[in-house]
């Protein structure tokens, strides 16, 4: 069992299954959680402790509102952002060395803005780059490619309909020539494959759970968030053949990429507002069910509409609603919407340890090192250890702005984006 990466990860032998070799390249993190899309980086040169006066290298304000978080190829850092009120939606590039910008171009206007709350943004989707192009979205207002290169655009796509409700945060991913991509609104809820080189559509399938509008409690609702989703799918391999696993609201699913047909679907009628990515280990994929958060062990290899009789286990206690988690050697380490750091044996499902991180958190954790940095909305970045048998902090420190978006790590750096500013952290050494 493995998972699939994008091609141009590959080319750096790059491989996010049980194989030898290097885990992945010291200057990529091409995507949303980086090359393995699990959040866990390369040994970097970071200090346990990180603050505006500890591991600074440099340090750039980013215009706008925006919860993207930034992806690194080569010597240069892609990032989205936009107006706070949605109507201009920009792409900005930035030397990694330097942290100068190279480029700072709104890409689209939007006449009349969806409705986004405001503890979204309307650049929350995470860029993607592979095989020597990069592809940004904004849900459906505005989804485009540009050469890595040159930076020139490729093509360009206006014409997705689909009422975020509270504003779009699902992610792209690059499989072979097609580029995946979510959307689960309050009006249309689908999955749809993109020709790389064109932006054509390649298949579009629709979410096949049904979509009575209950609530947590069974009482029928007309309410929006009852249908929304925004997380981010994962292409995994399972006895010999490809899989795109998939959280919606109300239900997770697995697709063959390559047509769009629905496998199977595990539904969870009371769930929505699923955030996070999935994560393949041990013949099970591990999903998050969003708001009201859990943790659900479906086993693979399932056909249809699965009984419970397909989970490994579940667990309810301390999971996170927007951070998606880790899994370090058998363990998923994660930090709640409310500061709960846990630790969650992946086999038995059995909890190890759990401990009050303080403040909260919407960014996803990163693992360097054999440590977890995690960054909360209050600007405070916690450090502790990858261990199964106690939680042990290793440091602390904080920063001027809160953070959203979820840090990324390249070139032995760990790369931060704050509401404001985007920092490198690096020893000094």
Not at 275 to 290: A, E, I, N, T, Y
Request: net charge neutral; glycine share 10%.
């Amino acid at each position: 069992m493995s998972i699939f990466p994008p091609r141009r990860v590959l080319t750096y032998g790059l491989f996010l299954g049980l194989c030898s070799g290097p885990v992945f390249g010291l200057n990529e993190w091409p995507q949303f959680r980086g090359p393995q899309g699990d959040g866990v980086g390369a040994s970097a040169n970071v200090p346990v402790s990180l603050s505006e006066t500890e591991g600074v290298r440099w340090k750039t304000a980013i215009h706008g509102k925006a919860w993207s978080s930034p992806i690194i190829s080569g010597s240069r850092i892609w990032l989205t952002t936009a107006t706070e009120d949605g109507s201009e939606l920009s792409l900005v590039i930035v030397d990694k060395d330097s942290g100068a910008v190279l480029r700072d171009e709104v890409l689209f206007k939007v006449q009349n803005p969806q409705f986004c709350h405001k503890f979204n943004s309307y650049a929350s989707p995470t860029p993607v780059v592979a095989d020597g192009r990069v592809y940004v979205t904004f849900g459906s207002p505005y989804t485009a490619c540009f050469e890595e290169e040159t930076g020139k655009k490729l093509w360009e796509r206006t014409d997705f309909v689909c009422n975020h409700f509270r504003g779009s945060g699902s992610s792209p991913i690059v499989w072979g020539d097609f580029l995946l991509m979510h959307f689960d609104g309050s009006d249309f809820q689908y999955v749809v494959a993109l020709d790389v080189k064109t932006g054509k559509t390649v298949w579009r399938t629709e979410r096949s759970v049904d979509f009575k509008d209950l609530n947590a409690e069974g009482k029928i609702t007309g309410d929006g968030d009852f249908r929304k989703a925004f997380a981010t799918p994962v292409v995994a391999e399972w006895q010999g053949q490809p899989i795109l696993l998939s959280s919606g609201a109300k239900c997770h699913y697995a697709y063959d990429p390559k047509t769009g047909k629905e496998l199977w679907r595990l539904e969870e009628r009371a769930q929505h507002s699923a955030s996070s990515r999935p994560l393949v280990w041990d013949g099970k994929v591990f999903f998050q069910s969003g708001f009201k958060g859990q943790i659900l062990a479906v086993k693979l290899g399932g056909q249809g509409v699965l009984e419970e009789t397909q989970l490994a286990w579940r667990v309810k206690k301390s999971v996170p609603s927007k951070p998606s988690m880790l899994l370090v050697d058998g363990a998923l380490y994660m930090v709640d919407d409310s500061g709960i750091a846990s630790c969650v044996d992946a086999k038995s499902g059995e909890t190890l340890w759990t401990e009050r991180v303080g403040g909260n958190f919407s960014a996803s954790p990163v693992c360097v090192d054999s440590r977890i940095y995690a960054c909360n909305e209050e600007g405070k970045v916690t450090s502790f250890a990858v261990d199964k048998t106690a939680y042990r902090k290793l440091g602390e420190g904080q920063f001027e702005s809160g953070f959203m978006a979820s840090p990324a790590v390249a070139g032995r750096a760990l790369f931060l984006r704050s509401k404001t500013h985007l920092y490198r952290m690096e020893s000094a050494q």
